[in-house]
């Protein structure tokens, strides 16, 4: 029996979407606040109770909100699933998608589990992180997915683009590994005895302020290969939120390194990773299309001009 239309399912795939963004900033404040360890066991809070043994043990609270919100999270992946299994008419590629999601979430709790019993390892940490930006990519495709009609999947743009998309994706995915192992090196790791990589922390932020300048400029490149070899309106508007990000986030790093890491400054930090992570993916997903909807000839200069 289906029973969901399209136009709903693709409201709980947006809901689930958002749900995944926020748990990336909220497992950041819980970090900067030095909560990491205010549950100190999983899954329950604190030995024998599930809940904080004190309402005004601050640490404890953040932490356990962070693990209620969590669960929320946990429910809008278990109604995407269910969503994608009574979708009318239901569709193959959905239903994996939104598998997916519950894959991620199952290791985000396994993750989190080992963080809190390894008393904030930075391995686990970082892994911690990384996975979340895993599960959100998968949400975002499930999303776009969810909006289009089923069919094989073409590139809507010249070689030299795809080529250059898939440059900047990884070019992303060093510089969010890069920052990480900042974040497990600086003075933020979630508790006043977590223990942290024994780098130089500038080495290892102008390793990170590298990755963003090789990011930079494989932006630049692909501007200037959709504005000459020619791409869709709605591609070129993708592009300009990516750039208009990354820079911002640009802008916040470099800001926050010279003022001493201020804990305001490193949560507007992971809120602009958040957001250029996500802007990164969704203009990868703008350059493909379905069997149904218009392919864009591999001749250049016939591209579709919005």
Same mark, same amino acid.
Request: hydrophobic share 50%; with cysteine; charged share 15%.
């Given at each position: 029996?289906?029973?969901? $239309?399209?136009?709903?399912?693709?409201?709980?795939?947006? *809901? *689930?979407?958002?749900?995944?963004?926020?748990?990336?900033?909220?497992? !950041?404040?819980?970090?900067?606040?030095?909560?990491?360890?205010?549950?100190?066991?999983?899954?329950?809070?604190?030995?024998? =109770?599930? #809940?904080?043994?004190?309402?005004?043990?601050?640490?404890?609270?953040?932490?356990?909100?962070?693990?209620?919100?969590?669960?929320?999270?946990?429910? +809008?992946?278990? @109604?995407?699933?269910?969503? $994608?299994?009574? =979708?009318?008419?239901?569709?193959?590629?959905?239903?994996?998608?939104?598998?997916?999601?519950?894959?991620?979430?199952?290791?985000?709790?396994?993750?989190?589990?080992?963080?809190?019993?390894?008393?904030?390892?930075?391995?686990?940490?970082? *892994?911690?992180?990384?996975?979340?930006?895993?599960?959100?990519?998968?949400?975002?495709?499930?999303?776009?997915?969810? !909006?289009?009609?089923? !069919?094989?999947?073409?590139? =809507?743009?010249?070689?030299?683009?795809?080529? +250059?998309?898939?440059?900047?994706?990884?070019? +992303?995915?060093? %510089?969010? %590994?890069?920052?990480?192992?900042?974040?497990?090196?600086?003075?933020?790791?979630?508790?006043?005895?977590?223990?942290?990589?024994?780098?130089?922390?500038? #080495?290892?932020? =102008?390793?990170?302020?590298?990755?963003?300048? %090789?990011?930079?400029?494989?932006?630049?490149?692909?501007?200037?290969? %959709?504005?000459?070899?020619?791409?869709?309106?709605?591609?070129?508007?993708?592009?300009?939120? @990516?750039?208009?990000?990354?820079?911002?986030? !640009?802008?916040?790093?470099?800001?926050?390194?010279?003022?001493?890491?201020?804990?305001?400054?490193?949560?507007?930090?992971?809120?602009?990773? #958040?957001?250029?992570?996500?802007?990164?993916?969704?203009?990868?997903?703008?350059?493909?299309?379905?069997?149904?909807?218009?392919?864009?000839?591999?001749?250049?200069?016939?591209?579709?001009?919005?």
């Amino acid at each position: 029996m289906s029973f969901i $239309s399209p136009k709903a399912f693709q409201r709980i795939a947006l *809901a *689930a979407t958002i749900f995944l963004a926020i748990i990336i900033i909220t497992g !950041g404040a819980v970090r900067l606040s030095g909560s990491g360890l205010g549950c100190p066991d999983w899954p329950n809070c604190s030995p024998g =109770r599930l #809940t904080p043994r004190s309402s005004s043990d601050a640490h404890a609270m953040i932490e356990f909100l962070n693990r209620v919100f969590t669960g929320l999270v946990s429910l +809008a992946v278990i @109604v995407a699933v269910l969503g $994608s299994i009574f =979708r009318n008419p239901r569709r193959r590629d959905l239903i994996y998608l939104s598998l997916g999601l519950v894959g991620g979430v199952i290791a985000q709790a396994v993750l989190g589990g080992l963080t809190v019993l390894y008393e904030l390892q930075p391995p686990f940490v970082m *892994a911690h992180f990384l996975v979340s930006l895993v599960l959100l990519a998968n949400a975002l495709v499930l999303l776009r997915r969810s !909006g289009e009609p089923e !069919g094989q999947c073409r590139w =809507r743009v010249s070689r030299p683009i795809q080529i +250059a998309d898939l440059v900047m994706l990884v070019s +992303a995915a060093v %510089v969010f %590994v890069a920052g990480t192992v900042v974040t497990a090196t600086g003075p933020h790791g979630g508790d006043r005895s977590a223990r942290r990589f024994n780098f130089n922390l500038e #080495t290892v932020a =102008r390793i990170h302020g590298s990755s963003v300048i %090789v990011l930079i400029l494989v932006i630049i490149t692909l501007a200037v290969l %959709v504005f000459k070899l020619g791409a869709s309106r709605s591609i070129k508007i993708r592009l300009l939120a @990516v750039a208009v990000v990354v820079l911002l986030q !640009g802008t916040i790093g470099y800001v926050q390194y010279f003022r001493g890491i201020p804990e305001l400054l490193v949560g507007f930090h992971i809120t602009g990773a #958040t957001a250029v992570w996500a802007a990164v993916v969704w203009f990868d997903l703008g350059l493909r299309t379905h069997d149904n909807q218009e392919v864009i000839p591999r001749d250049d200069r016939l591209a579709d001009r919005e």
